[in-house]
């Protein structure tokens, strides 16, 4: 199962210590830079795919922050957290923008993506305000690697990640995502897995007996792993937090 996957490799002690040296050498830099009144770092903590993901040593680096950014879901994995609270909704450019242009009134900046923020995260949009002095980032588990562990599938070097987060729907590569020897599409609220399965039957017909599986929420209570046809996937209800895997032929 994941949280087997997870506590083998993201729960030993060599993984744990190196977060703690990392966090370490964060904290000192918090406190350099507090001693020194210049700008504050951003650091960027993914989080996996649950509570579970984040070692001890990047919790307890969130919790001595002056200022948590994140999505309502990853703020409420702090529930004791006593400063600044920054809740990353649809404006999430402005928000970050917003933020790095005044850090120094920000004081310790933490930012808690979903995943791992260097794939489809925020950590690209960060990037682009913050420079590189300025940031430190720790990776995490992706949801397409979760997906691809549940289903243990034995070799997952060769696959094709794709996003609808942001794109316009008609310029996807479709073609690419069906001929790929393993896809997987990271999907959203407006255009959920069963809606990218629908609209790859529209352009392909003839695929729409292709067996294909949808993640949603992996990680959590409310997991849930369907593989099908993509004609049976396209008539799901699917959740926005959701993926769409094509598996090898």
Known sequence: MIFEYL???FGTPDQEQVAKVRANRVRASFNTTRDMKTKTAITIIGCGVGSHSITPALSRLAAESDTLLGGARLLELFPDFTGERITLGADLEGTIKRVAENLDSHGRVIVLASGDSQVFGVAKTIARFVGDDYLTIFPNI???QAL???????STEN???FSVHG???PALPWRSILSSELSVVY???GTP???VAELLIERFPACSARKGVVGEFLGSEKQRVVSASLRELAALD???MSLLLLPPV
């Open 238 to 240: 699917c959740a926005g």
């Open 159 to 161: 696959a094709r990640l």
């Open 148 to 154: 691809m562990a549940e289903l243990k599938l034995p």
């Open 142 to 144: 992706t949801a397409a």
């Open 167 to 169: 794109s316009q729907i």
């Open 7 to 9: 506590k083998k490799y």
């Open 187 to 189: 999907c959203d609220s």
């Open 193 to 195: 897995a069963s809606r």
